[in-house]
């Protein structure tokens, strides 16, 4: 399997302009995570999807971020507009049933943003 | 407030050096302790998940041990390759919390 494949791997942008980061999970996963890691707070949860269905957002930073999953192979997270305190590297990542007892999740190689 | 807790921060080991690495929790209702290693510019890797008290786990040269209150990471006699990041989470629901990891370096 190919795993989680996110692009772009990095991305530098300007203060104030629009950021689309994607994720194309593993096949018949049902479950899609995107997570925030940052040296000072670590990884951090902004949101998770079931069944392409939105199901906890409360981790997303501010209404300045927005996630997608329009079919089961794809998820956006938008930034709109960006400033430089989002910058960080922002991990997809996906698994059968959740975190149920005998599953796991698997991450992406991650999103380096960088908002100069 | 749910908190994972992982100690110490960095750690320089020896080739051959054992040591352990700590990482505590406070959640209600455990129901799973996950470990990850996280290589440079990579995303995390899954290792072992743990779900009582008591239990362990071995893969290579790392052993996971879980108790009430926290869960060791010992590293025996470890080679350079084993430098990385290491992440322990503990399971909330559908998700997982994440302390801010170890990192370890380990020298020839």
């Known amino acids: 399997d190919a795993g989680v494949i996110q692009s772009p791997r990095h991305e530098v942008t300007e203060m104030g302009q629009e950021v689309t980061l994607r994720c194309k999970p593993i096949?018949?996963?049902?479950?899609l995570f995107w997570y925030r890691q940052t040296m000072m707070r670590g990884l951090e949860l902004l949101i998770y999807?079931?069944?392409?269905?939105?199901?906890?957002d409360s981790g997303m930073p501010e209404d300045r971020f927005s996630a997608k999953m329009p079919n089961a192979s794809f998820s956006t997270l938008k930034i709109q507009p960006s400033e430089p305190r989002d910058s960080a590297v922002y991990f997809c990542?996906?698994?059968?049933?959740?975190?149920?007892?005998?599953?796991?999740?698997?991450f992406g190689e991650g999103s380096w943003l960088t908002v100069v | 407030e749910d908190q994972v807790t992982q100690s110490p921060e960095a750690l320089r080991l020896q080739e051959g050096e054992s040591s352990s690495l700590n990482c505590s929790y406070t959640?209600?209702?455990?129901?799973?302790l996950f470990w990850y290693r996280q290589d440079p510019g990579k995303g995390p890797e899954f290792l072992f998940t743990?779900?009582?008290a008591g239990e362990e786990k071995e893969k290579e040269r790392l052993k996971a041990t879980l108790t009430k209150k926290e869960s060791f990471l010992h590293i025996t006699a470890p080679k350079p390759e084993d430098s990385a990041t290491y992440l322990c989470?503990?399971?909330?629901?559908?998700?997982?919390?994440f302390g801010t990891g170890t990192r370890l370096q380990v020298f020839p």
């Open positions: 990542a996906s698994s059968l049933a959740g975190t149920s007892v005998g599953n796991t999740i698997y």
């Open positions: 096949s018949g996963h049902d479950y």
């Open positions: 999807f079931n069944n392409n269905v939105p199901i906890d």
């Open positions: 959640v209600s209702g455990l129901r799973g």
């Open positions: 743990l779900y009582s």
């Open positions: 989470a503990v399971r909330k629901g559908d998700k997982l919390i």
